[in-house]
Each structure stands twice: as structure tokens, then as C-alpha cells.
């Protein structure tokens, strides 16, 4: 077995080691793949699933919502997990897991084993995810070749999000609803049988003190209450005791989580981090993007199918424009951002969404594809890909190797925090301005308001990437803040 190592201070010999850098990153991205198709795949199998479950409409909701509040709330955890206890280890721990619970999923016989399954399917993605891309990270130095790897490693998101869609269209009519689940189980196996010789072992360098148990309890209750509010807002409403109570809850526990991280010896997120601009611009930025990507991938749906009648396969084929451009997005954006630096590429592709949003918010009721959806996917696609490769190399950029794991949560919990309030804002929205009697017309009215929502989530985004991802010195801590990732070095790259 490979030995653990820091991968902030490889020797040659250590270097020469590792097997091929793209290999990895291919087995990363098909990891992230498998988990975002499990994701996606269920909403187009969930009609079928609840009516042979005899599931109500509430309870086949938290078939989606289980994984979504396990997933979001422990991803911070997760990261930090890999971090102590060795990156590729949680990430076969994670692999196995999504195994085990996809294989239960596919055999559930009522709708309690189902739920249960998602929700320890949730835990599996709050493990593989972070770590995946903690390890992406370990393998790739700064510079040129990591941003091309996360441009992948975005790009992948975009369409294993639509691919699942079609997945789960496809196997649901063909073959029932239980293989949206079984594939799950070849592609894990491959992944375990793959990950141990190409993917190596490593770890934040041992530090004193224990393990932060407090800080792990609060910041995932906090999480969890959060994203617990987020879904159920939309039915139970924004003002309702049960939503303002979540809400209070998790403010209250982030403020202990706060309190609890500047006494610890060991904090699962060290104050320092949250002191670094880049890193906090490039997160509340992927949340804007995740709310308008999340937002606008619904809000579309809805209107394509609804609206203007095309079946759920279909209409995911012609939806795929979108994330085929996002794919082609991010690595034109990473080219940039290594030359230009991560803001002005952030700002142009939050320009580029607000556009798309736009445009997709002057739908008619008599609408077709082309006229009225085709241009605005066009350019919401690109600046989507290319938004979410600048802000994750913002976000990720000059990490110090013990916290990579903590910091690759955070980035993924900002994608997922955004997309679940996003998806909550805008069905909130649209509900609010669909008139009765809620025909094609006043169905129209209220899913125009959802795009323009979509719109005012990537301007807001646009603000606090002016804001914070501005160009600055380093400071005398070691804290960089310069919006320019740091050039690609030939000495530094890995063989591959």
C-alpha cells in the first residue's frame, strides 16, 4: 500500500510514486458522476417509485430530501475526517457505502426502507465528495494542470446532472424503477477495485490535540437545521413556527459552532481559513450559482413540460445543450483564469447567467424550443461552466495541505446549500405568482418570476465577487489573497 504523505512536501522519489495523474483524476470524476446521477436519476423515477411503494406526495418528497439534508449537513465532517484520517480511506468507506445503499434502495419493499437508504446515501456523498476532490488536490499542484482539473471536475457536474435525468427517464420506462439504483452498484465496484492502485494515500501531517467533537456536532446540526428549513419551506411556508424555528436553530448553533472553533486546540474550521477572501468570495459566489443553476434547471422543466408538453426524455435531450456548454465553459474558463485572474472571469460569467436568466424570462405561453428556450440556455451554459471552475479555484486556491479536506467541504456544501435554497426560492416564487385557476397562462406568469429570481440570485453573486475577490498582497501571516492563482511550474507538475 502506498504510504500516507502530506502532499505539501513530496520528494522526487515520492513523486515518481504516484501513477498517473489523469487517471486519477478520471476515476475522481467518475466517482463525482456516479453520485450526482444517483442524485438526479430518482426525480424523473419518482412518480412510478411512490405509486408501487404507496407513498404519499409528502413522504415520496423526502426520497429526494433524506439524502439532500445528510449529504449538505455532514460534508464539512466528511472532509475533515479525510484530513485525519487518511484521504483515500474515507473515500473507499464512502465508495462502499453508496454500495451497500444503493443496493438496499433497489430491494426496498416500503417507503420507511427507502427513505433510510437515501439518507445513509447521503452520508456516503457527504463522504466521497469531499474527499474526492481533497485528493484531486493532493495530486495536482497549483497552477495550470489544477485548474484544468477542476474545469473537469466541473464541467463533469454539469452533465452527470443532466445525464441522470435522461438515466433515470430511460431505465424507469425500460426497466423499473429499481435500476435507477442497481447501476449505482457496477460503478462502485469499479471504483473500489480502481481507486486502491491509482488514487494514493494521503493526510494533513499530524497535529496536536484532539479531535474537534464539539465542532463537528454543532456545524452539522447547524447544517442539517438549515437545509432541513430550506426543503421544507416551499410547503410548509417561509414564515411558518416550523421554518423560523429551523432557522433560529441553526443561527443559534453556528454561533456556538463560532464560539466553540476559537477555544478549540484543534478546530474542525480554523478561524484563519474564514479570514481569506479568495475563499470565502469564491463559496458565497458558488452558492449564488448553485441557486441560479439548481434554480433554473426546475423553473425550465417545469415550463418545458408543463407548459409546452414535451415527455421527460425529450425534453432532457434538448435540455442538455445547457450543460454541454457548461463542460466547455469551464475549461475555457480555467485557460482564462490562469492568465487573467479568477474575478474578472467570476464577474463576466455571473454577467453571462443573469443574461440567460433574462432572456428565458420573456417565455410566452404558445412558446417553442428553439425561439424561446434554446438562446438563453446558450448563454447561461457557458458562464454556468466557466463561474464554477473560477470560483472553486478562487475557493481552493493556496490551501494549506492540512485543511485541504475541510476546505473541498466547504466548497461542495456551497454548491449544495445554494442549489436546495435555490430550488426552494424560486418554487416559493413561482407559487406566489401563479394566479388561479393555474392554467398554462397563469403557469407561464409564475415561471417567468422564477427566471427573474434566477437573475437576481447571480447579480447578488456578481456584488460579492466585486467585493471580495479584489487583488491584494499576502499578509504577514501567510494569508494570500491575490486573485491570480499562481502559475503553472514545470518542476512542480506530476508525470502523467
Known amino acids: ?48 417509485l411512490a405509486r408501487d411503494l404507496q407513498m404519499s406526495a409528502g413522504e415520496a418528497q423526502w426520497v429526494l430530501s433524506a439524502k439532500l439534508v445528510t449529504f449538505g449537513g ?7 475526517a479525510a484530513d485525519r484520517l487518511g484521504r483515500r480511506r474515507i473515500f473507499l468507506i464512502g465508495t462502499a457505502t453508496f454500495l451497500v445503499s444503493s443496493a438496499v434502495c433497489g430491494l426496498a419493499w416500503n417507503g420507511g426502507v427507502i427513505i433510510a437508504a437515501r439518507a445513509v446515501s447521503g452520508v456516503s456523498a457527504a ?118 424555528g429551523l432557522v433560529v436553530a441553526a443561527a443559534a448553533l453556528l454561533g456556538v459552532f463560532a464560539v466553540v472553533e476559537r477555544r478549540s486546540s484543534a478546530p474542525l474550521v480554523p478561524p484563519t481559513l474564514l479570514r481569506r477572501p479568495a475563499l470565502v468570495g469564491g463559496n458565497l459566489v458558488t452558492v449564488t450559482m448553485g441557486m441560479a443553476a439548481f434554480g433554473l434547471s426546475v423553473t425550465i422543466s417545469m415550463y418545458g413540460q408543463v407548459v409546452l408538453g414535451y415527455g ?11 450543460p454541454t456548454l457548461a ?25 453571462l447567467m443573469a443574461a440567460g436568466s433574462l432572456l428565458l424570462s420573456r417565455v410566452p405561453v404558445e412558446g417553442s424550443y428553439v425561439q424561446d428556450i434554446l438562446w438563453g440556455l446558450v448563454v447561461f451554459g457557458p458562464g454556468l461552466g466557466a463561474g464554477t471552475a473560477a470560483a472553486s479555484v478562487a475557493a481552493l486556491s493556496r490551501v494549506p495541505e ?28 413561482t407559487a406566489s405568482f401563479t394566479a388561479a385557476p393555474g392554467g398554462p397562462a397563469e403557469m407561464t406568469a409564475g415561471l417567468r418570476a422564477g427566471f427573474l429570481a434566477c437573475a437576481v440570485f447571480v447579480l447578488v453573486g456578481l456584488v460579492l465577487g466585486l467585493l471580495l475577490l479584489r487583488r491584494s498582497a499576502s499578509t504577514s501571516d501567510g494569508r494570500e489573497t491575490a486573485d491570480r492563482p499562481p502559475a503553472s511550474r514545470p518542476e512542480a507538475a506530476l508525470p502523467g
Open 1 to 48: 500500500m502506498t504510504r500516507s504523505r502530506s502532499f505539501g512536501a513530496r520528494s522526487a522519489a515520492d513523486t515518481a510514486a504516484i501513477p498517473s495523474s489523469w487517471a486519477a483524476l478520471v476515476l475522481l470524476c467518475a466517482a463525482n458522476f456516479a453520485v450526482l446521477l444517483d442524485s438526479q436519476s430518482v426525480i424523473l423515477a419518482l412518480p412510478t
Open 74 to 80: 455532514l460534508l464539512i465532517l466528511g472532509g475533515r
Open 127 to 244: 463522504l466521497m465528495v469531499p474527499t474526492a476532490l481533497s485528493i484531486l488536490l493532493a495530486v495536482f499542484p497549483e497552477g495550470r494542470r489544477r485548474n484544468m482539473a477542476l474545469a473537469g471536475w466541473a464541467g463533469i457536474g454539469g452533465i452527470g446532472a443532466t445525464a441522470g435525468l435522461l438515466v433515470g427517464g430511460l431505465l424507469t420506462e425500460s426497466l423499473g424503477w429499481q435500476w435507477v439504483f442497481f447501476i449505482n452498484v457496477p460503478l462502485a465496484l469499479i471504483v473500489l477495485a480502481s481507486a486502491p492502485v491509482l488514487l494514493p494515500e494521503s493526510r494533513a501531517a499530524r497535529q496536536p490535540g484532539s479531535y474537534d467533537v464539539a465542532g463537528a456536532v454543532t456545524s452539522t446540526a447547524a447544517l442539517v437545521a438549515l437545509i432541513l428549513a430550506v426543503v421544507r419551506a416551499p410547503a410548509a411556508g417561509w414564515t411558518s413556527a416550523s421554518t423560523l
Open 312 to 322: 421527460p426524455l425529450r425534453f432532457g435531450v434538448l435540455q442538455s445543450v445547457m
Open 327 to 351: 463542460f466547455v465553459g469551464a475549461y475555457v474558463g480555467q485557460a482564462v483564469v490562469t492568465r487573467i485572474g479568477f474575478r474578472p472571469v467570476v464577474a463576466a460569467c455571473l454577467v
Open 402 to 429: 492540512r485543511d485541504s479536506g475541510v476546505v473541498s467541504g466547504l466548497n461542495v456544501a456551497s454548491l449544495q446549500v445554494g442549489g436546495a435554497l435555490g430550488v426552494a426560492v424560486v418554487t416559493s416564487v
